[in-house]
């Protein structure tokens, strides 16, 4: 099993990203999936999550400007990302847990925002 992260990149404060992740090998409908992101030198911190209930969670430094869904039949988790700040730059990362003992995650893709 996999997770496979693409759309990071380099962006301008204010300005909008996409992020997506492929998941294969699992009964991806059954996990709980996540997008994470660390700054180097820091923790990696929890930005959004959608359970199997398919709600969207998010942390509150996100909330009204991150946007996070699934879709179980094609097995993928997205995070569209609106208005960035600087503060936004880090390596983002999608992880697919069912419990805690049957964890993935992905390689990560890095998100820039600079002028």
């Known amino acids: 099993a996999q997770l496979v992260e693409s759309g990071g990149g380099l962006v301008q404060p204010g300005g909008s990203l996409t992020l997506s992740c492929a998941a294969s090998g699992m009964a991806f409908n059954y996990y709980v999936a996540s997008w994470y992101r660390q700054v180097s030198g820091k923790e990696r911190e929890l930005v959004a999550w959608?359970?199997?209930?398919?709600?969207?969670r998010y942390s509150d430094f996100v909330k009204g400007r991150f946007t996070v869904t699934r879709d179980n039949t094609k097995r993928t988790l997205t995070l569209q990302m609106n208005n960035l700040t600087p503060a936004d730059t880090a390596v983002y990362y999608c992880k697919a847990n069912l419990g805690e003992h049957l964890v993935y995650w992905g390689q990560g893709t890095q998100v820039t925002v600079s002028s």
């Open positions: 959608v359970q199997t209930d398919d709600v969207p």
